[in-house]
């Protein structure tokens, strides 16, 4: 069965900062994960929110260390939003499969610079569960800013 998990940027329900104006602002919503130790298929990490209008410019997934320990390691993930598992990353294979840290920046097509149009919740899906898990955490990090709608411009 699997289980949700949710970050302390999620539970504070709170959208990271915003930037509007004629000089856009990038801005980062940044979240770690606790520990998960069983890494399972389907297991869903609720990182945050991203405001309605925001571009999405890159997407970081990264852990800290190994998260799946077998020889022939199974574990990927997911990155995308609501509705979207796999908006931004599409069975992540190079994150927490070997020792030390790992990270991956590639986004898929239909992530780069994606519009939201409604308030949307960032999630990490564990897209093939790890085949000998190993307690860790991950971590997400997504650049963006905020697109000005008519009359936002100061």
């Known amino acids: 069965m699997a289980t949700t998990y949710s970050t302390a940027v999620y539970a504070a329900n709170t959208p990271s ?9 990038n ?12 890494w399972a298929l389907n297991d869903v990490i609720n990182v945050g929110w991203l405001p309605a209008g925001a571009v999405v410019q890159g997407v970081v997934l ?16 997911d990155v995308g939003v609501g509705g979207s598992a796999a908006l931004f990353k599409s069975a992540i294979s190079t994150v927490g499969r070997s020792a030390g840290a790992s990270a991956d920046s590639t986004i898929t097509a239909a992530g780069l610079l994606y519009k939201t149009t409604v308030r949307s919740l ?16 991950v971590e997400v990090a997504v650049d963006y800013y905020v697109e000005d709608v008519a009359g936002s411009a100061p």
């Open 27 to 38: 801005t980062s919503l940044h979240a770690i994960s606790g520990s998960i130790a069983t």
């Open 17 to 25: 900062g915003t930037g509007h104006g004629i000089h856009k602002i």
């Open 62 to 77: 990264k852990a800290a260390s190994q998260l799946d320990g077998n020889g022939s390691p199974t574990l990927t993930f």
């Open 122 to 137: 960032v999630t990490v899906t564990v897209h093939a569960a790890a085949a000998t898990a190993i307690a860790g955490t």
